[in-house]
């Protein structure tokens, strides 16, 4: 609502506070924390706020509301550590490639990783998703309401085909490598509490 109301006022939330490659001149070091609280449409907020409602939920039960937070943040920002590698990868690859060649794609290709920022809580709600696979992992899953399967596959499932459509789809709008790295981190985080405390 406050992208909608302060748009028709002028200001541009989502150019203000999405996030931008450090290459971008509208990038910004705060945007790495902003751009996780900010949408691309209600659909988007919707699916992602569902999921942290349904997996969240039953994790700030269990841990705590102080230790979820940081979970989630921690994840958000991991998410957003793994989107900004690849796509600074990516833009020295197309810059190197329009260097060569000239290439209008490979410029094209420039201008989107520079000027098009990226938003949403995906890559956190993929590290809370983990979380849940962790520490409930023989807890069934409905998919499309009908069919039960474990946590633990399901969060499996989905990583693997995550990592695999980010390979697949280099020049996707959807941000697979921040889903990645959402899980990657969230893994990273639940493994180092276990092994700080004897019982987790």
């Known amino acids: 609502m406050a992208t909608l109301v302060f748009g028709q006022m002028g200001f541009d939330i989502i150019r203000q ?4 490659i450090p290459q971008s001149q509208q990038f910004a070091p705060y945007q790495l924390v902003t751009h996780l609280f900010l949408h691309a449409n209600m659909s988007h907020i919707f699916f992602n706020m569902f999921a942290l409602w349904m997996f969240g939920n039953a994790l700030e039960n269990q841990w705590g509301s102080q230790r979820f937070l940081i979970f989630y943040l921690v994840t958000g920002l991991g998410a957003a550590m793994c989107h900004l590698g690849v796509n600074v990868y990516e833009y020295y690859h197309h810059m190197a490639l329009y260097e060569m060649t000239g290439s209008q794609a490979s410029l094209q290709s420039l201008r989107m990783l520079e000027w098009v ?6 890559g956190a709600v993929f590290g809370v998703l983990l979380g ?10 409905y998919l ?6 474990k946590a633990k596959y399901f969060v499996l499932g989905y990583g693997l085909m995550e990592l695999w459509s980010g390979l697949a789809q280099a020049s996707s709008n959807i941000a697979h490598f921040a889903h990645v790295g959402g899980m990657l981190f969230g893994f990273l985080l639940i493994r180092y509490w276990q092994s700080t405390q004897r019982r987790f």
Not at 117 to 122: E, I, K, L, M
Not at 132 to 141: E, L, R, W
């Open 17 to 20: 506070f999405g996030m931008y």
């Open 117 to 122: 920022p990226t938003v949403g809580a995906s």
């Open 144 to 149: 499309y309401f009908l069919m039960p399967i």
């Open 132 to 141: 849940f696979g962790m520490t409930y992992p023989n807890q069934k899953i």
